[in-house]
């Protein structure tokens, strides 16, 4: 008993360690790419002296993710603001009651497609999802598939490859064809495509180093993955999938419902909606598209009017047929390997 | 009541740390969830189950392979001068080194294609696991060298090398088989290397059906897991039998040399060298980073240093639990705590944020506890196996007099200092572990808590190979420190002057 005692009494301390500061703290769970995010939240800490507690995600496909951590603390959170790298998970969130809605004045420079009708979440700053292209290879130049129905073409057979498809954008991507086509077309895409020999590797930046090594033509992936490393110097190619209408994947904003410091997550989120976040992160090596008309697209950036096609989007539909585009693929893709 | 509270408390834990937790979070999800998708999803992962176990068994197979030569030519020969110095540490390393540190490496050197080892998504993660688990084997391996009889191990030095050898590979085999079936279980729930090299296992199979809400499905396919395991951890549980068998034989005195051990250790370490360097040149900064460059490796470094106090108290309470059930042989409660080791750690996780969490006073919320609660629980097969070979190593005659005396602290202040030289540098090895644990610091870790490991995995995605690479290598560097101190503390008699 006194050694339980003893232990008890030498554990607390460790178990328990040490309390910040007095200074005003937002909490942020972010899925954002750290090395970027981690910028943008130093600045605002510098600016409004507001201390930033951030917990980065990892990439998804590693761990289970924040969304899942908002999920698990519903009943008490502890984060004030959650920014999401992509909408369909944020908008499950939003429907699970995880959010409160946003001021109505927040983000008056974002049209109203990038935003939740009931104000729950705002998009800011998007990404496309694109075709790495392996430079010298069939596939750029005037062969450069213009959708991404043309990848189960025979000429591309064993030459495409595809982030695991349940995670991440490409999780999100699969449910917004899957939505925008049906389910039977959507099946039989996935399984042209499985008889066409795609690989399926562990993450987008692996896809695209796969492109990279010429391994494979042509990588499904996003323009934040293609453009760090043509920073880097690296030759690669970009299509985007104008013949399905280009697919547009904002950041996303959601306050926390019931969260501890709820007025400094609100001005956290005017912050990362204001024009001036979107254009450090259209500099940076992410190219985000800013998405509040009054940002300014940076030289050698991306501006939503010179994509081509957007493919109209409902969210909300597109994310509810998520769990179900997600065990199909799982089915077709990766249970018959 | 204190006879009560004293046969409870090393289930104290366990029960409120998982079992209960578990139970909630089920009942809560089976509730919610459609039992007929979950029910066909796991019936499609059926394949699933047999591929991932295939996957296990070679890995199994390979690391036990190289641990156990390992384990023999450490033991069964004088080893060169200071080897637990340099030989210890580096053939322990690519264990002790986070996933995420060795995949950052290969990710600098080659690319991110190359995690998959070169030839096919599978090979790439057997020779990962392989690299990750032989270490283990061969701790366990050498470790239970331990047991061999002093009057046999006098034998078998008088033998001649050759013949000592082959008897000693002989004597091995029924550890060798044990230690197969552990590091099986252990790599049945592998998540984080087979997410490296793209390839599908039950455990990322659960990851993405919680990802989308869908608990249900994950907790089934948790269920099937566990079916797997029970009988192969009851029928290979290590029972009381074993217990007090012997004495070790640490002086070196009578052992054989041989010339070609140093060039075999030498080329054995090739890959940890390998490791080491890549990661040194890809840290190195260029001229105007350097500061930049400098701060980063130190802030790692100190991130790193700051979690071990923690990281003590969450080794040293599953370990001392399970010593102490060890010691009254108890062993359906020491099931209890292996069981929680070879489930994804994800749902633990999950199970106590969701059902503990709201019930704990939100004063706690700034505070690691349920994330040392979590990081205990894993640890659990490894105290348990702590815990048996700490009491193994005790000559049974003072284990038959020790159980003369009335359960508890005196029977504890007789045994617990004899048990010590294999609970001190297993305390060490779970520091480590959890210093490079990622999957329950990403679910529980309060705001602002400090972890390099989790950096380590933000990082390498975005290809940040520089910043990554100081990173990994800051966790490298507390890694060797604390295997010295491992080496330190096992090293026998003789071994430090090279007798």
């Known amino acids: ?3 339980l005692l003893l232990v008890l009494l030498l554990t607390l301390p460790f178990l328990i360690g040490c309390q910040g500061g007095d200074a005003p703290v937002v909490t942020i769970y972010c899925a954002h790419d750290r090395a970027h995010a981690e910028k943008i939240l130093d600045l605002f800490q510098e600016e409004t002296g507001i201390r930033v507690e951030a917990v980065f995600d990892t990439e ?14 519903k009943q008490r959170p502890r984060c004030d603001l959650h920014w999401s790298n992509e909408p369909l998970r944020s908008v499950r969130l939003a429907k699970e009651g995880i959010y409160r809605p946003l001021p109505e004045d927040i983000a008056s420079g974002i049209d109203d497609r990038w935003k939740d009708p009931a104000g729950l979440w705002c998009g800011f700053a998007g990404r496309i999802r694109a075709l790495a292209l392996a430079p010298k290879s069939p596939a750029v130049g005037t062969d450069t598939p213009e959708s991404v129905k043309q990848l189960t073409d025979v000429r591309w057979r064993g030459k495409v490859a595809i982030a695991d498809p349940r995670l991440g954008t490409t999780g999100t991507h699969m449910a917004i064809l899957k939505w925008a086509w049906g389910e039977e077309e959507f099946l039989n895409w996935l399984e042209a495509l499985e008889k066409n020999e795609v690989r399926v590797v562990a993450s987008n930046s692996a896809t695209r180093d796969r492109v990279i090594t010429g391994e494979v033509w042509i990588g499904m992936t996003d323009t934040d993955d293609i453009e760090v490393v043509r920073r880097r110097g690296v030759e690669i190619g970009e299509g985007f999938t104008a013949g399905d209408g280009v697919i547009l994947l904002p950041n996303v904003v959601g306050l926390v419902s019931g969260s501890p410091q709820p ?25 985000q598209v800013p998405l509040n008309a009054d940002a300014k697209v940076p030289a050698g950036g991306l501006a939503l009017n010179d994509l081509g096609p957007l493919l109209p989007l409902n969210w909300d539909a597109a994310a509810d047929t998520l769990p179900g585009a997600i065990r199909d693929v799982e089915r077709v893709l990766l249970d018959r390997r | 009541m204190r006879r009560i509270v004293a046969r409870s408390w090393p289930i104290w834990v366990i029960g409120l740390g998982f079992y209960l937790p578990v139970a909630i979070t089920f009942f809560n999800d089976a509730r919610m969830g459609s039992w007929a998708e979950a029910f066909s999803s796991t019936w499609a992962a059926i394949p699933l189950f047999f591929s991932t176990a295939l996957l296990a068994l070679a890995s199994a197979f390979l690391a036990t392979f190289i641990g156990a030569v390992d384990a023999l030519l450490y033991s069964a020969f004088r080893q060169p001068r200071g080897a637990w110095l340099w030989l210890l540490p580096c053939l322990l390393l690519t264990f002790t080194t986070p996933p995420a540190a060795i995949a950052s490496a290969i990710q600098s050197a080659f690319g991110s294609t190359m995690l998959i080892g070169g030839f096919r998504d599978e090979f790439g993660t057997v020779l990962l696991l392989t690299l990750r688990w032989a270490p283990v084997a061969f701790l366990v391996l050498a470790g239970l060298t331990i047991t061999i009889p002093h009057s046999q191990e006098l034998a078998l030095r008088q033998l001649p090398p050759k ?7 002989q004597l091995q085999a029924p550890w060798r088989r044990a230690c197969f079936f552990l590091l099986f279980l252990l790599m049945l729930p592998a998540a984080e290397i087979p997410s490296y090299t793209g390839v599908e296992t039950i455990s990322r199979r659960i990851m993405a059906r919680l990802t989308i809400g869908d608990g249900l499905s994950g907790w089934l396919l948790a269920l099937g897991l566990a079916l797997l395991l029970v009988p192969i951890i009851v029928y290979w549980f290590p029972s009381q039998r074993l217990l007090g068998r012997s004495f070790q034989v640490r002086d070196p005195h009578g052992l054989p040399r041989s010339n070609w051990l140093l060039p075999w250790w030498l080329l054995r370490l090739i890959p940890v060298v390998a490791l080491i360097s890549v990661l040194w040149v890809t840290a190195l900064p260029q001229a105007s980073e350097t500061e930049a460059a400098s701060r980063e490796f130190l802030g790692a470094l100190w991130d790193g240093l700051s979690e071990l106090p923690r990281g003590i108290i969450v080794v040293v309470l599953p370990t001392l639990a399970c010593w102490s059930l060890v010691s009254q042989q108890r062993t359906r409660a020491l099931l209890l705590w292996c069981m ?17 969490r709201p019930w ?4 706690l919320d700034s505070f690691p506890l349920l994330l040392s609660i979590a990081q205990m629980i894993q640890l659990g097969a490894l105290a348990v196996i702590v815990g048996i070979l700490s009491l193994r190593m005790i000559p049974k005659h003072e284990l038959q007099s020790a159980q003369l005396l009335p359960p508890g602290w005196s029977r504890w202040k007789v045994l617990f200092p004899r048990s010590l030289p294999v609970l001190l540098p297993a305390a060490i090895l779970g520091m480590l572990l959890i210093l490079g644990e990622v999957q329950s610091t990403l679910i529980l870790a309060p705001p602002g808590h400090p972890s390099p490991a989790l950096e380590l995995h933000q990082l390498l995605h975005f290809r940040n190979d520089e910043q990554a690479a100081r990173l990994a290598l800051a966790l490298v560097v507390i890694s060797l420190l604390w295997t010295l101190l491992f080496s330190w503390l096992i090293r026998g008699k003789g071994d430090s002057d090279g007798k």
């Open chain 1, 263 to 287: 007025e400094h997550g609100e001005t956290l989120a005017r912050w990362l909606l204001s024009p001036r976040v979107e254009e450090i992160l259209a500099a940076s090596s992410s190219r």
């Open chain 1, 1 to 3: 008993m006194r050694f």
């Open chain 2, 340 to 356: 929680p080791t070879f489930l994804p750690v994800s749902l633990i996780a999950l199970a106590l944020a969701s059902s503990v």
């Open chain 2, 163 to 169: 013949t000592a050898l082959r008897l000693r590979w």
């Open chain 1, 60 to 73: 998804a496909n590693k761990t289970v993710g924040l969304a899942e951590r908002l999920r698990a603390e």
């Open chain 2, 360 to 363: 704990l006073p939100a004063a």
